[in-house]
């Protein structure tokens, strides 16, 4: 049973509009949500995060939002660039559960078009 | 410059063999991961170890192997009962010996195909 949901295998967005990206957790006791970002045949890289405590972290181009009461996690970029085009995995840290596991969502492939 | 390192990036194997993918760190971090990839899939834990000599099952830990006998290092064998060793392994380090606050740093990941 997937802790983590990442609904939409993909996204194609038009340059310089915004992209949002979602993800709903099953969880209410994850403590830490991250985003990761990763190009073809490489390592993911980490992108943004925000704790359990906040509803919105942002960072240049980059914000994602938490909604606890339903679970759900967004991340918005804006404005979408061409360089921007990989895949975003969704991932939560629950400080309660083992040490050495965060939990990864299947990740959405991000488009982004010139 | 500081960073992971895996290798090698691409392997073959027959069925029926181990093998041993490599991964090094010059982070200074106390704790190494091994993450599995397959495709359509999100990344799930294999092993992961906290300090040296000491490292822990996770999710998907059967037909494999680690070793962690200096901090840098922590190679990971696919054995012959792996029964689906087909896959795109990720080394992944943290600062301190937990997830504090679920940054994980990658190297660049060993793509392993049985024959």
């Known amino acids: 049973d997937q802790q983590v949901k990442q609904n939409s295998p993909s996204l194609s967005v038009q340059e310089g509009r915004i992209s949002i990206l979602n993800c709903d957790y099953t969880?209410?006791?994850?403590?830490?949500f991250l985003w990761y970002k990763k190009y073809p045949a490489e390592g993911p890289t980490f992108l943004i995060s925000?704790?359990?405590?906040?509803d919105k972290n942002e960072d240049g181009r980059f914000t994602v939002f938490l909604n606890k009461s339903a679970k759900h996690l967004s991340l918005h970029i804006v404005p979408s660039q061409p360089g921007d085009s990989a895949v975003y995995f969704c991932?939560?840290?629950?400080?309660?559960?083992?040490?050495?596991?965060?939990?990864f969502g299947k990740g959405t492939k991000l488009s982004v078009k010139p | 410059d500081g960073g992971i390192t895996q290798s090698p990036k691409y392997l073959f194997r027959k069925e029926g063999q181990n093998v041993t993918l490599s991964c090094e760190q010059n982070?200074?971090?106390?704790?190494m991961y091994w993450y599995r990839q397959d495709p359509g899939q999100g990344l799930r834990l294999i092993y992961y170890?906290?300090?040296?000599?000491?490292?822990q099952k996770g999710d998907i830990a059967e037909g494999y192997s680690v070793s962690r006998e200096k901090k840098e290092s922590f190679p990971l064998t696919v054995t012959s009962a792996q029964k689906n060793p087909t896959a795109f392994y990720l080394c992944?380090?943290?600062?301190?010996?937990?997830?504090?606050?679920?940054?994980?740093?990658f190297g660049e990941g060993s793509r392993l195909t049985v024959l």
């Open positions: 925000i704790s359990s405590i906040k």
């Open positions: 992944a380090s943290s600062i301190g010996q937990g997830l504090s606050t679920g940054e994980l740093f």
């Open positions: 991932a939560v840290l629950n400080y309660g559960g083992s040490q050495g596991n965060l939990i």
């Open positions: 969880n209410s006791m994850f403590d830490y």
């Open positions: 170890s906290q300090i040296v000599n000491d490292f």
């Open positions: 982070l200074n971090h106390d704790a």
